[in-house]
Structure formats: C-alpha cells, structure tokens
C-alpha cells in the first residue's frame, strides 16, 4: 500500500504541476452553477398546446405547399387550473390558412384542418385523452376553378377573399399526466433567461423530470463525460512515458517493487485520477438538481462506476501505447483514435440491429396487409404494396453507404471490441429509469429491454481491459530500461 501511495502522489504531482486539474475544477464549478440557475414556472394547458402548435405553425409556415395554415387556442378553460395534470379542459382550437385555396392544399395534404383530423391530432397528444371535437365554423368551400384571365388581386383571383377561418371546440375528460414534476413548466436558464417553450419540446421536454434527465444524462453523461475522459486522458497519459524516461525508470525500479505491480500502480491511478474527477460533477449535479426540482434520482449515482469502467478501456489502450513508444503525445492521438473508431463500431452496429428489426416489423406489416401507416405518399393517393416493397428494399445500404455485404464484418468485429458505444447507451437508460415516468420512458423509447445484458456489457470491457494491460506488462517486463 505505501508504494501504490507513493506512486499515486507522484502522478498527483505531476497533474497538478499543469494546472489541469484546477481547470477541471473550475469547468465542473461552472456546471453546478448553470444547473443551480434553473427554475420552473408551471403552465396552463393553453400554454402548453400553444407551444406545440407555435412548432407546427414554424415548420409549416416554410411550405407554402401545405397552405401555411396557422393554428391557434382560444376560450381556454380547465376544472382544476392549479392541479392541470388533474383537470378537466377546454378550448376552441382556430385554424386560419391566407385563403380558400389555401385551404384546400392543407386539406389534401391531410393537415388538421377538419373535424375528424383535429381530433385523430389530438387523440393522439401524449398529453390529453377523452378527448371530443365539434365543429362550430365549418371548413370554406372548396373555391372557384382559377379563371386564367385573374390577375393577382382581381375579384376573380381566388385569393383575393382573404384568410379563410375553421373554429372547432375541444374538450377532454383529463390527462396522461399523473403528478406537477411531469407537468410542463416555463424553464428559466442563468436565472433570468426564459427558454422558448417551442424549443423545450424540441429538445426533450418540458417537465422538470424532463430537465432533471437532459441535466444528468447530456451535461453529466454526454458532453461531460466526454470532457472529462478528454482531460482525464490528457493527465493520465504522461504517467506511463514519464515514468519509463532513463533515470526516472532506474531509480523507480531500484526500489523493492516489481514492473508488473509498478504498472498496475500506474494504471490505478489514473483510474483514481477520473473517479474523483467524476464523483466530484455526479455528486455535485445530483444534490444541486434535486435540491432545485425535488428530483431525487439515485440511479444517476450508478454514473460514476459506469463512467470509469468506460474511460478505464480508453486508457488501458494509453497504456499499452505509453509502453510500447514512450511518447505521451503518441499515447493521447493513439487514445483517441481508438476511442473514435470503437464508437464508429458500436454505431453501425446499432444501425444494422435497428435496420434488421425496421426490415423484421415490414416485413409482418406487409404480409398481413395492415401497411396503412406505411402509406406516407402524396395525400389522396395510395401505394401499392410492390411499390411499398421496393421503397423499403431490405438490401438497402445503410444510412446510404455500408452495402449489407459488409455487415458480417463490424458485427464480427463488434463481437470482440469493447463496448464503449452500447455502455454510453446503458448509462443514458440507467439514469432515464430513475428519473422519467414510465410515460415519458415510452415516449424516448427507453420502454423496451436492451439488446446486451449488463454481465456481457461488462465481462467484454473487463476482458478488453485485461488483454491491453497484459500486452503492456509483458512489453514492460521484457524491454531493457
């Protein structure tokens, strides 16, 4: 114990002297604070369906071939305005298109711009249910064949009637919501700054429990977490060079402890060196999100072991690098490399998983027929099934250039790479399992079991791991100085 001690502080004090660790400090000090800075203001239904509709009214507003209809909510009521999640609603729901044949293209394109397509728009919301459409100002009537001698602005142009208008009253019964921190908030940043509520639906939610996760699983798992590993990797990944420079090397092994041991002193420290670094911006987002929100997410915690399984691959290929060239700068653009190329393997194995089930669930949709939801063709038309069938070609290539001749080979390869990919995955599972609603998991997808079991997630990291520091100890032990 007092030799590991002894070559963790010199690792220690080789970190500190470039001033690396302090600059994580402060980076993860900045983090607490923009987590700190977030607060919520609860919404009212209207809010919440103007936000959405805002959304559609912005994508369609761009396609003047869908007749830029523009919806809007009006004579909005609700039983229980300070339990909405609770309540029961109302509203008028008013679609304006710039004209009568304007209209009709919203129409044909199968907008919600009638009865029956409000409503079906609406069933399906992940928010409201029980919900019933009557129309009070019934759709314009199809205009006027265009008289080819109209000009812009003539009685006989159909456009000159101005903006043609569509009222529909709706009511529901209640919502799929069951408590306020699943319920839709107006999210304010930097304690001052409000966030479009548009854009909170565009980036994941707009609940606290919505935010709690984009917080832990983006700002911790992803970008941190990548930022930490970057730098984590920078520090670590002169141990090993420094170490073996002549001088340093004799005096080092002059000492009652072996190469092995002394490596494995080496690589244990690094992993120290990014656990502390890890459990310093878990913990610190953990207490600072829940004392913000009320969200007390213990899974997230399970990120800090899981995180330094992940860089723990990356630097026992820095190891085995730092070993074979003592070089650190060889080491870091070796690591990253690896790092790159390991991520590539896991994403294209996840697309030919994703294409093989997509093929799987065609393939039972055409054979009995029901391949309704497949008809996205131009409205008013529908496709054949052969015409459905050569869209959805099975020997496609995948995401337009891996041919299907070359799946066999990453998923061979796949099979005995480490998982870094898939692991970043499970991270981003565990914590949505400890922070969202079963609601909300199945609206992310998150509903269904993974693929790879948690003891062949890790028995094939471990056994990467074990491999690459072999390889190093043995090269460590046979090289002279």
């Not at 000009?151 to 142009?157: E, N, S, W």
């Not at 072991?305 to 070796?334: C, D, E, H, W």
């Amino acid at each position: 114990m007092r030799n590991f001690l002894a070559v963790l502080k010199d690792s220690y004090r080789e970190a500190m002297n470039g001033w690396i660790l302090q600059t994580m400090a402060i980076l993860i000090a900045l983090v607490f604070i923009l987590v700190f800075s977030i607060s919520f203001r609860q919404l009212a239904m209207a809010e919440v369906l103007q936000a959405r509709f805002d959304l559609i009214n912005t994508i369609l507003s761009g396609n003047p071939e869908f007749g830029s209809p523009n919806m809007m909510v009006e004579n909005a009521t609700e039983s229980n305005p300070i339990e909405p999640w609770s309540s029961g609603h109302e509203f008028d729901l008013v679609v304006t298109c710039p004209s009568a044949e304007d209209f009709q293209k919203a129409n044909k394109a199968r907008l919600p711009v009638t009865r029956e397509r409000v409503e079906q728009m609406l069933s399906m919301s992940e928010i409201l249910k029980g919900v019933q459409v009557k129309e009070l100002t019934p759709p314009p009537p199809p205009p006027p064949k265009p008289d080819p001698d109209a000009k812009p602005g003539d009685a006989k142009d159909p456009k000159a009637s101005g903006p043609v208008t569509a009222r529909f009253r709706v009511t529901a019964t209640g919502t799929n919501v069951k408590e306020r921190l699943e319920w839709p908030h107006q999210i304010t940043i930097l304690f001052a700054v409000p966030v479009n509520k548009s854009l909170s639906v565009i980036f994941g939610g707009d609940s606290p429990r919505d935010v709690v996760y984009m917080c832990q699983n983006y700002l911790v798992n992803g970008i941190g977490g990548w930022i930490i590993s970057m730098i984590a990797v920078v520090i670590t990944s002169s141990f090993i060079p420094n170490m073996m420079n002549k001088g340093a090397l004799d005096l080092v092994i002059a000492k009652p402890i072996g190469r092995v041991a002394l490596l494995a002193y080496k690589y244990i420290g690094g992993l120290t060196f990014m656990f502390l670094l890890t459990s310093l911006a878990v913990l610190g987002v953990y207490l600072t999100v829940g004392a913000r929100t009320g969200v007390w997410a213990p899974n997230f915690l399970l990120a800090i072991p899981l995180l330094t399984l992940q860089f723990a691959i990356l630097y026992a290929v820095s190891t085995l690098i730092g070993v074979l060239t003592r070089n650190a700068l060889v080491a870091i653009l070796a690591t990253i490399a690896a790092w790159f190329v390991l991520f590539a393997v896991g994403k294209i194995n996840d697309g030919i998983r994703n294409r093989n089930i997509e093929n799987r669930k065609i393939s039972e949709m055409l054979k009995s027929g029901k391949y309704d939801e497949l008809n996205l063709d131009e409205p008013g038309r529908r496709r054949t099934k052969e015409e459905i069938q050569r869209e959805y070609d099975p020997n496609r290539n995948l995401w337009g250039l891996l041919p299907p001749s070359t799946f066999p080979v990453f998923q061979s390869v796949h099979a005995v790479f480490p998982r870094t990919f898939q692991l970043d995955s499970r991270i981003g599972r565990v914590i949505a399992e400890g922070v969202l609603t079963e609601r909300q998991l199945k609206a992310r997808g998150w509903d269904e079991p993974p693929d790879e079991s948690w003891p062949e997630l890790v028995l094939v990291n471990v056994a990467f791991i074990v491999a690459m520091l072999g390889l190093a100890s043995w090269r460590f032990v046979t090289r002279d100085g």
